[in-house]
């Protein structure tokens, strides 16, 4: 008798932890927000590897960033067969005399996975894009960023 509370929560645990397993024809869970966009620029290379999507049917809003400290992003606009690119600077300088750089898209591509998506559809795309970006704070130059990678997210 005194084994009795011990030998029901035995039992409490057994059946708990069979009916967590009880899913048939389950399929097996994929890894949803997989997403690394490298971006070249001079020297420097950094990778984007956070993916968010907003949208359904033809409209679609891409963010790609790192995260919470992020100093670019990356924004991709779908409407039914065409999108636009823009890249955008977060990070604010405080120096007063701060100009930000100036970015101009000069070649673009987007391949997604499928033409129309509705909210919680899985969207998967490659991309490759030529971004000319003109610098005017401490010296007026010139360059070509280059972004290429692959993303996965969920649309919300």
């Known amino acids: 008798m005194r084994f009795l ?11 708990c932890k069979k009916t967590e397993n009880k ?27 956070n993916c968010t999507a907003q949208g359904e049917n033809d409209l679609l809003e891409i963010k790609l960033n790192n995260g919470f400290d992020s100093d670019f992003e990356l924004r991709i606009s779908k409407n039914k067969d065409k999108f636009l690119t823009e890249y955008c600077q977060l990070t604010s300088v405080t120096d007063s005399s701060y100009k930000k750089p100036m970015f101009n898209v000069i070649k673009q591509s987007l391949i997604l ?9 899985i969207i998967e795309g490659k991309l490759k894009i030529d ?26």
């Open 5 to 15: 509370p011990f030998f029901i929560i035995c039992l409490i645990i057994i059946s």
């Open 23 to 49: 899913l048939p024809n389950a399929d097996k869970v994929d890894v949803v927000n997989n997403t690394e966009i490298t971006i070249k620029e001079d020297s420097r290379s950094y990778t984007l590897n």
């Open 113 to 121: 996975n499928k033409p129309k998506y509705k909210k919680g559809d």
């Open 131 to 156: 971004i000319s970006a003109h610098y005017t704070w401490e010296k007026d130059y010139v360059d070509t960023i280059k972004v290429t990678g692959s993303f996965k997210t969920i649309l919300e």
